[in-house]
């Protein structure tokens, strides 16, 4: 993408209202605008990160046996009086009258939605197991909504439901997201940190929180230092095979790790004092195991071996890729901007061309152009007029991890200058080996 | 995809609600589900097509120049009270207040939001022409929802916004979306005409509808046979060249075509006898040129060459990716069910293995269906325990291109049978050939 013909509307100033980080680095960004109160849009630069973040999301959703649907944003009142949640969720939801007058909300979340599809098809336990997921925009009418995308009222969300015929079953589910978490976070560049979480009136333990730290995060922390080290199940994970995935999952719940809420000081005290870790977190995700609470009073059963009816034991998965973002930024980020993981930087590299207008600096920057993108890699090619110098600072700002740098005497030396963004090391290199290295990428 | 862990509800009756032939089969083939009135989820297999086709456009967008970005599907009332639009919109605006009963709405169409965008940060005509776009739910509270997606209330729409220092840019810019059309719709596997639609108070000759041939079409239209054969530019188009552009706008305005609103029994009459083709259309596109209708009253403007202030031209561009699909299911199928053009099919290839269990079936469809994946394709392996003729029902009813049939006495003589869903031909081909061709492809 040429950047003259881009829209990447940088701020030059700090916008007051912002009171968070990664709210501030994204407006100033241009990666969203805020459209009212918790509502914002995705200009080009936020636009490419979000569906960076939601192919990874979606990929390892699919890995692990969940299936992609996609369920509409409005809801019948209906389905939700039938769960018994319509009164009962407060003033969260929106509620919105049709021309009809027919109550109708705009769905915070969707178990019922998906619980009711599940019961209109699905009457055997050799369906099961069964996952949907989809990824859609919510609403919640937050009071107070802040912190930019952190905590939006319209917001998007990678919602999983899973059906199974019992308890073992939706164990089973359970542990497979837990593993596709762990996978998905990774894969993004972040140590994500599996934390019990309150299972209220459902009770057992299979509420978990997953937290990223971060200097700026929300809430208190604390967990075993060995979480740090702790491998991750590669691509080759076995998601059919429920004691490989189990075994994950015990490695990854027996240190200790809680969240403030759910904080033991005498589990905590057995942790060796090197090993304690007490920081700031983020939630990026939660898993939750709730049983019969919607199949039950909507009647989604199926037909077990043994012949008679069984109301299906579910779960639910969730990721909000757009409150992801900002997390990301909170724990990726220095006094320049934004710092992005490879895997959903919104470009792998930037050319900066110093001299625009200079037939040298101009043919090396459109040959490399060239040879970005026949190497099937995302390329920003500086060629705007502006002075080197607000060149580098957007540069450093939208967070691009490779900056090649084209000027004058590089290029008459045959050679430009490729910084990394996160480490900040510059390194002089030969313009034929560069082309040499992307050529043999494509 | 093996079909045993598929979520696939086929129906097996006809649903009785639905009125048109895309309805019924969109329902029977387990696409989608209804969630109230114009409501609708989309089950695996149609989010896969609803993923291919927004793809294509999307890519068509890119190519001609337009900006992704993503606009929230909450909109504040205020912004529509700067254009007028609030009062006048009418019933089919879905109306909210917020818990602090703010005045706000789901946005049926983005004209003011993206304006807001526009006004907010661009200033110089230097930054022109630009072109936004976003693939985003809307909400038209049609006061009877009908024909499934085909004019459902919730529904997906790609609305592209173009703004031009003048009326010259703007008509280059509605010329380069026209051509962007033209590429979009072929790709789809359809010959997509544009028609001339009415531009109301605006004037001018500057509005399209994009028309398909259906016998089941919502209109009468006009054309010339011409528009049947005529070819669409290539994947090589130069979009940056206006005269080029220009040049294919008028090569596909210039023979006779109009819907029956704008029809000219005068004009209609000087076509030849035999290349007067009146026929049924659905509409799948439309592009409009509209001026300063929201810059005036919104206060978009730019300052030009001259260093005076200017409002910008604009004009929009929309297509229904879930209409569309409807659409296209109206002008291909046949008695059996759905035929997908190729681009768009959930899957490339369904692998039908007559009879699961049986030790050599299983081993050629599972070889078949490894080779398949390692050559890049789309899938679906009926791995079932149906019987052999429930198989092919479905195989023909979901639509997809290529059916390869794995049964006992062809395995014996190591072959395997491949029907094209569309011409219904079936030819015997030896399993290493097949094999072979895969792996080419890989």
């Keep these: 993408m040429r950047l003259s013909r881009y829209f990447l509307p940088i701020l030059k100033e700090t916008p007051r209202e912002a009171e968070i980080v990664s709210h501030r680095l994204m407006l100033r960004a241009g990666m969203i605008r805020q459209q009212g109160a918790g509502s914002f849009s995705w200009l080009p630069l936020g636009k490419r990160v979000l569906d960076k973040v939601c192919k990874i999301v979606r990929e390892e959703q699919d890995r692990a046996g969940a299936l992609e649907i996609l369920m509409p944003t409005i809801q019948s009142a209906d389905l939700w009086r039938e769960s018994g949640r319509y009164e009962a969720y407060g003033k969260e939801m929106l509620r919105i009258k049709d021309r009809h007058e027919r109550d109708m909300l705009y769905g915070p979340t969707n178990e019922e939605m998906v619980t009711e599809i599940f019961r209109s098809y699905v009457k055997s336990y050799r369906d099961l197991p069964l996952n949907l997921y989809h990824i859609q925009w919510k609403f919640r009418d937050e009071v107070r909504p802040r912190f930019g995308v952190m905590r939006s009222r319209e917001f998007l969300m990678k919602d999983a439901y899973s059906f199974d015929l019992d308890y073992d079953g939706a164990k089973a589910a359970y542990y497979r997201m837990f593993v596709s978490y762990l996978r998905t976070f990774t894969r993004m560049g972040l140590t994500a940190i599996p934390m ?33 080290e702790m491998p991750v199940p590669g691509a080759d994970t076995d998601f059919s095979n429920d004691a490989e995935i189990a075994g994950v999952v015990e490695q990854w719940t027996t240190p200790y790790a809680a969240t403030d809420e759910m904080h033991d000081e005498e589990a905590w005290a057995k942790v060796g004092e090197g090993d304690q870790l007490a920081a700031r977190g983020i939630e990026v995700g939660h898993i939750f195991h709730f049983g019969e609470k919607y199949s039950k009073p909507m009647g989604a059963s199926v037909t077990g071996p043994d012949g008679k009816e069984h109301f299906v034991s579910m779960g639910s998965y969730g990721i909000g890729p757009s409150r992801l973002i900002a997390a990301i930024i909170e724990a990726s980020h220095d006094e320049n901007g934004i710092i992005w993981p490879d895997s959903i930087a919104p470009f792998d590299a930037v050319i900066i061309n110093m001299k625009t207008g200079d037939a040298e600096c101009d043919r090396v920057s459109e040959e490399l152009y060239a040879a970005y993108q026949a190497a099937g890699l995302d390329v920003l090619y500086d060629d705007t007029d502006q002075r080197a110098g607000g060149k580098f600072a957007t540069a450093d700002l939208i967070g691009v991890p490779q900056q090649i740098i084209v000027g004058p005497r590089g290029v008459a030396n045959a050679e430009v200058e490729v910084k990394q963004r996160k480490s900040g090391e510059r390194a002089v290199k030969p313009i034929a080996e560069l082309l040499a290295s992307l050529e043999k990428a494509a």
Tied chains: 1, 2.
């Design 196 to 228: 019990r979480a309150d299972t209220g009136p459902i009770g057992g333990d299979l509420s978990h929180e997953f937290i990223i730290l971060a200097e700026t995060g929300e809430s208190q922390v604390y967990c075993d230092r060995a979480y740090l």
